[in-house]
Each structure stands twice: as C-alpha cells, then as structure tokens.
C-alpha cells in the first residue's frame, strides 16, 4: 500500500482539501489561505520523504510561506503552515530568509518578523520561537545553532552604525545561550573545526560593502580575525576536502559576482572561479551554481548555471540545464539536489510579487515538470524518515 502524504491525515479532519483554486476563509481578523494539492512527477520510495520550500513573500507583505513536496505519493503542497497549526492565527511571517532541519526541528528563520519559527520537521507543528532582530543565515554544531543578525532596522545608509552579530542558542531548550559580534551586515556561516566563519556583507553601506569573513573561535565565542576576500559576500559552503566555498555579490557595476575558495587551516584566499554565484548547492563533488545577476551600467540581467567540481576546482558545464528552457526562466531564485535521485529543483521568482514556479530537471538537465509555488520561493530543505 502506498504510504499517504505526511499532511493528509493531519489536514482531512479540519480542511476541505482544494485541487485547482484558493480557497480564502476568515479567521477572526487573519486571512486564512488553505493548502492546496497537485500532483506532480512520479512516486518514489526511499529513506529521503520529501523536502519543505520556503516562499520569502514580498518584505512588507507578510506573506512568508511554507510549501511541502512528498515523493512517497509525488504530491505537492501549498501553504503547509496554518494547516498544520490551526491554532495560531497568525501567518508564518515576513521574508522567509534561511531554511533548516537539524534534529527533529525543523527552523524557518523570518528575517523582517525578528524570530525564527520552530516546527517539528515531521509534521510542520509549531514547537515555538527564537526571537533575533533582523535575523538572516543559520547553521548547526554539537547541539547548538547559529543565527546571523543584522541587528539594527532596515536602512540603507553609506555610515550604518550597528555592526551585526551571531547569536548562539541551544537546540535542546531554544534558549540563547551568547551572541558575537562580526562585521556589518552578516549573512552566510559555516563550521570548520573549531572556528566559525561569517560572510560580512555590508549590503546597506552601498557602496561601502565589506569584503571579510568573519573568524569565530567556538570555544570563547569570540571573534579572532578577519580574510579578505571580495565585496558584499553571502553564502559560505564547506566541502568534504575542507574547503570554504564563498560567493560574492559584487558590486552590481565593475566587479561582478564571483566564487571564492578559502583554506579555513591557514585563514587564507586560495582560488576563485570565474562564475557569477546567486546560490549554490553541493552534491558530492558537484557544486551547483545559479547566477542572476543584475548590472547597472548594461541595465541588464544575465542568468546563469554551472556545475564545478570542487575537488578539481573545475568548471565542469557552463550550463546544467540541456533542453532550452533556461530562456523561459525569468528570475532564478532557490537551487537543490535530490541526494538520491539527482534531480535538480530550481526556482523562478518571476516578478517577485506574483507566484513563483518551482521546476524539476533530471540529472541530465532536461525539466521533468513545474509547480506554482508561494511569493519568491527561494530555500530548500530535505526531510528524511524518522
């Protein structure tokens, strides 16, 4: 018999489920939106359920929602959250930035509602909230997490004041446990031994980024020592060679966004690859790069999508998508793998106020099928069986 949806027995004695359209109802002074279902792509069956998509919503929209994909029954579903919590009457929040499972909790951090909302991954339930203002990336290390704070309001402002900061909490309990603060504008973090780097962007100093990681040693929580490496940084990936890979937005003018390859041992800039790096995914030794980026002086976007070996620090295709269809793609937004398949999900931002696509490919990069998502679906988690 063919294992149900993990939403289908929470959701069948309080919802009427809808195929096709959105069904509004009220709920006191909250709009309810109830969950939808599409049937998508073919069944399959292994240690790996499924993975949560997390839609940003437009900032100031408070629109921020959670979409679930079961591989079991290839079952596709919108606006997870409420359903799943029938009992708070408030929405999952505004900009859903960053996206985690570590444990048995699943951690949506909502950047402009200040918290990060923490579910049981099995079931998306509620099991409570960690409270940090303008909170960005996160990560795990021996039973605790790690969220970057931007700490002050949201300002561009060449002379920003309010250096940003780490906050460390403990998963057991939720509670902060220390905080440590880094540069301006901190986003992406990664363990490595026992220090902590931390991607300083300076994104609201425009055009006075930063160009530094962040070093952390874990033991006292403080910071040790910056590296130099390029301006207005973002995501930080280690590898299982013990490499830092870091992406840089650039400067949207004369420096465009790169890849960088930094040695945690020696806190040295080794290498950089020549591609312009939005998100990026490790599978292996396959690092899958999108690109979409904008510059002012051409008025121009250029989306882009390449895979690099990071045992060879070679670009190994220009271009992951075969059949084409990488021209109908508007604003590449969010990037993963399927571990098991190999599959590749992408998503389309579009407009960034209207809904988004998600699109599966195969390994061989030609798109298998596509799904209307929330605002700006943007980050991915997967979730294994218990």
């Known amino acids: 018999m063919k294992r149900k949806s993990i939403y289908t027995s929470l959701l069948a004695c309080t919802l009427l489920w809808t195929m096709s359209t959105l069904l509004v109802s009220c709920r006191g002074d909250e709009i309810y939106i109830q969950p939808e279902e599409e049937k998508k792509g073919e069944q399959q069956t292994s240690e790996l359920?499924?993975?949560y998509l997390l839609n940003e919503g437009n900032m100031g929209s408070n629109k921020a929602s959670l979409d679930f994909y079961d591989l079991a029954t290839a079952t596709y579903t919108r606006n997870i959250y409420q359903a799943a919590n029938p009992t708070i009457t408030q929405s999952l929040g505004d900009v859903?930035?960053?996206?985690?499972?570590?444990?048995?909790?699943?951690y949506a951090v909502i950047n402009c509602s200040n918290l990060v909302e923490v579910m049981d991954a099995q079931t998306a339930k509620h099991i409570g909230t960690i409270n940090v203002p303008n909170c960005r990336y996160l990560c795990f290390d021996k039973g605790y997490g790690y969220i970057t704070s931007y700490a002050g309001p949201v300002l561009i402002d060449q002379n920003y004041k309010q250096r940003g900061y780490v906050l460390r909490f403990d998963t057991a309990t939720l509670q902060p446990v220390d905080t440590c603060h880094v540069g301006f504008q901190p986003d992406g973090l990664a363990v490595a031994g026992n220090e902590m780097f931390v991607?300083?962007?300076?994104?609201?100093m425009v055009p006075n980024y930063e160009d530094e990681l962040s070093v952390i040693d874990l033991t006292t929580f403080k910071e040790t020592s910056r590296i130099k490496v390029a301006r207005n940084l973002q995501h930080v990936l280690k590898d299982a060679y013990g490499q830092l890979w870091v992406t840089s937005r650039g400067d949207y003018y004369d420096q465009p966004?790169?890849?960088?390859?930094?040695?945690p041992k020696s806190h040295a800039l080794t290498d950089s690859v020549c591609v312009a790096a939005s998100g990026l995914w490790l599978d292996g030794d396959s690092l899958y790069v999108y690109g979409s980026e904008f510059n002012y002086v051409s008025g121009q976007w250029k989306n882009t999508f390449a895979i690099v070996n990071v045992k060879t620090r070679a670009i190994e295709t220009d271009n992951f998508i075969t059949d084409g269809t990488e021209t109908e793609l508007q604003k590449p937004y969010g990037l993963a793998v399927n571990p098991v398949s190999k599959q590749i999900y992408l998503t389309d931002?579009?407009?960034?106020?209207t809904p988004g696509w998600l699109h599966c490919y195969g390994p061989e990069g030609k798109r298998e099928w596509s799904v209307r998502t929330g605002d700006i679906p943007a980050h991915i988690v997967f979730l294994y069986s218990k």
Do not use: P, Q, W
């Open 257 to 263: 966004s790169r890849l960088y390859i930094v040695d």
């Open 49 to 51: 359920r499924g993975f």
């Open 199 to 204: 991607a300083n962007s300076g994104g609201y």
């Open 349 to 353: 931002a579009k407009t960034y106020v």
């Open 96 to 106: 859903g930035n960053d996206i985690a499972i570590y444990g048995s909790k699943l």
